[in-house]
């Protein structure tokens, strides 16, 4: 599985969009972009998954650059609830035995 | 919405006692899967399983085992406990991996002391 590159920590306004940034430049080409969270005692929260085309749900957009080498979760209103550690996972899918494996994270921190 | 649920969020056990994790998903998935989650060390696999009665080794199974009799249902079993299994331990399901590169979801955990 690539490797993934976030700055430690991050901190935005409470209502502003928290752009989070993930490099993975040796991704292959069968290799997805996830990212989940961990708000502190809980377990990992799924926020979006893509391969290629940018992606948006409920939750956040996910933007893939067209050479797929880095990535960006966009939260567009963030609140105080979205403080939390943020991972950024490259994983190929359809593989057995796939694990997540979760790197240090990008620890955000909304403010009011 | 998918939902993994783990039956304990904290448990006490003594050194040498038999400790059972429960976890039950309902959304049908194929795979299961028990991690520990260490500050310093992450995410690390313990067991994983595709299917009923399947199961496969993952990166730490020493000292534990897992049953999984029922598709919803996936158990992780410390034989003999011993403190350096004091540890969060986190459950999650997803549905079997093909072109969609299904996610996995995760349980709230279960934060386990071992005195």
């Known amino acids: 599985d690539a490797k993934t590159t976030q700055p430690p920590s991050m901190d935005c306004a409470e209502g502003r969009a928290a752009n989070l940034p993930c490099n993975h430049s040796t991704i292959s080409g069968n290799e997805y972009v996830y990212w989940y969270r961990q708000i502190h005692s809980q377990g990992p929260q799924y926020i979006i998954h893509?391969?290629?085309n940018n992606e948006t749900n409920e939750m956040a957009s996910l933007i893939i650059t067209e050479d797929r080498k880095s990535s960006t979760l966009i939260l567009p209103h963030a609140t105080l609830r979205d403080t939390a550690v943020y991972y950024c996972i490259v994983r190929v899918a359809g593989t057995g035995g796939f694990k997540t494996i979760f790197g240090a994270g990008t620890r955000l921190f909304v403010k009011a | 919405d998918v939902k993994v649920t783990q039956s304990s969020r904290y448990l006490v056990k003594r050194t040498g006692e038999k400790v059972f994790l429960e976890c039950v998903q309902d959304m049908d998935h194929e795979n299961m899967f028990w991690y520990r989650q260490d500050p310093g060390l992450g995410l690390r696999l313990i067991y994983f399983?595709?299917?009923?009665?399947?199961?496969e080794k993952g990166d730490i199974p020493e000292g534990y085992s897992v049953s999984r009799e029922k598709k919803e249902r996936f158990s992780l079993i410390l034989e003999s406990a011993s403190t350096n299994q004091t540890s969060m331990y986190l459950c999650?399901?997803?549905?079997?991996?093909?072109?969609?590169?299904?996610?996995?979801?995760f349980g709230d955990g279960t934060r386990l002391s071992i005195l």
């Open positions: 399983s595709y299917d009923v009665k399947m199961k």
């Open positions: 999650a399901s997803s549905l079997e991996p093909t072109v969609t590169g299904q996610p996995q979801h």
């Open positions: 893509g391969l290629k």
